[in-house]
């Protein structure tokens, strides 16, 4: 597995971003794959998760609703579609491959990172 996140940007509250974090591996179909941010001064937290079949989902309470994570996986890629963006939206965004986990993915654990990805959310 070799992750590659993009989309990032500069964009105003309110307004939407699509992330995309492409595998150029051979083995993508046979992780979930998860987002996890960082802004400046905290630690690195889960934002949302999905299965394999891309069949369930997990999102951290402060992003449902506004975010929706979905992959493809004839294109190995996976999505964060981040709506209604929040200032306090902003920070470094890492996708992640992990064997076993979804709901319980964590950031010490996961098997895969990619390189971050900005989003600024300007208020």
């Known amino acids: 597995v070799q992750l590659q996140a993009s989309g990032g940007g500069l964009v105003q509250a309110g307004g939407s971003l699509r992330l995309s974090c492409v595998d150029s591996?051979?083995?993508?179909?046979?992780?979930?794959m998860g987002w996890f941010r960082q802004s400046p001064g905290k630690e690195r937290e889960f934002v949302g998760a999905i299965s394999v079949s891309g069949g369930f989902k997990y999102y951290a309470d402060f992003v449902k609703g506004r975010f929706t994570i979905s992959r493809d996986n004839a294109k190995s890629t996976v999505y964060l579609q981040m709506d209604s963006l929040k200032p306090e939206d902003t920070a470094v965004y890492y996708c992640a491959a992990d064997h076993y986990r979804v709901a319980g993915m964590s950031g010490a654990r996961v098997d895969f990172w990619g390189q971050g990805t900005l989003v600024t959310v300007s208020s």
């Open positions: 591996g051979s083995t993508f179909s046979r992780y979930n």
